[in-house]
Every structure is written in C-alpha cells, then in structure tokens.
C-alpha cells in the first residue's frame, strides 16, 4: 500500500473516530462519569492515595497496550507506607497476596516496583530474586520473571 494511500486511510479512519467521539461527548453519562472520577481523586488526595487516572477507570492508555499485563498491574493499590521497614522478602509476599487468587502472579519488576512505591526498600534486586526463588514452600517461580504464592496454587504440591 503507497504512502497516499496510507494517508487517505488515515484521514478517513480519524474522521470516523472524531464523529463517534463527539457522540460520546454529547452523552450525559460521560458527564457523570468525569464528576465521578474527580470525586475519587478528591478522595485518593484525602486519603493520601495515588490518584486513580480516567484513562484507567476506562480501560485506555499507552501502557495498556505495549503490556498484556500492564491493566492488571495498575489496578493493585499499595500504599505509600505499606511496606515501609520491612524486608524485602516479606515486602514481597506481602505484595503478592494482594496480587491474590484472581491474578495469581506478577512479574519480577512489578513486584519491586511496588516495594518501592510502598516505602520499602528492596535491596539488591539479585538478592530478592533469588530469596524469591529460594522460598519455594511460600513462592512459586513462574516462567523467567513472574512469582505468585503458592496458596493460589493449590494443585502444586511441595
């Protein structure tokens, strides 16, 4: 396909997306939905929560789409204090129990990152990796990358 034609598609394909978006805008329950979601982040700000963006609340985003898991992972709230003075093992299994049943496991960067954003301090990333890895009556190794805890695994037995 030439480049003009790309750019006809393109044109015509925006000019479709513009005209459903501009239905949607005229949709009093978007209005709702935009009243809501600030009320939320009154409240997050209160609370002292990291705000809930509209783009998650609907499911949109960059993120969304270069991770297939990238939609679960934001859903997991962690505090800011959450993990503040413990180890970075415990941290971890903290973490992965609110990852819970649903999800079962996360991958290894998320589970620092939330550490991190939990006030804790993971250490030595190599370190907590293979802690994880060692803790095999607790954790399971899932993949290269992904530990979940075992309770969500009940058909493995150790």
């Known amino acids: 396909m030439g480049s003009s034609h790309l750019i006809t598609a393109i044109d015509a394909t925006r000019k479709e997306l ?4 501009e239905e949607i805008k005229a949709d009093p329950r978007l ?4 009243k809501l979601h600030g009320a939320i982040n009154q409240l ?11 783009a998650m609340v ?16 934001s859903a997991i709230r962690v505090e800011p204090h959450e993990f503040y003075g413990l180890d970075a093992l415990e941290a971890a ?8 049943p649903s999800r ?19 250490g030595n990333e190599d370190k ?6 060692r803790s095999t009556y607790e954790v399971a190794k899932i993949g290269d990358d992904r530990y979940g805890l075992l309770e969500f695994f009940p058909h493995v037995k150790r």
Not at 18 to 21: C, F, I, M, R, T
Not at 128 to 133: A, N, T
């Open 44 to 54: 997050e700000d209160l609370a002292g929560q990291k705000r809930t963006s509209l």
């Open 93 to 100: 299994k903290r973490y992965l129990h609110k990852v819970g």
């Open 31 to 34: 209005a709702s939905i935009v």
């Open 58 to 73: 609907l499911n949109f985003g960059t993120a969304a789409e270069e991770t297939p898991d990238a939609e679960q992972r």
């Open 128 to 133: 907590l990796r293979l802690s994880l890895s």
């Open 104 to 122: 079962k496991s996360a991958l290894f960067t998320d589970i620092v990152s939330a550490i991190k954003n939990g006030g804790g301090d993971p």
């Open 18 to 21: 513009d005209g459903l978006v």
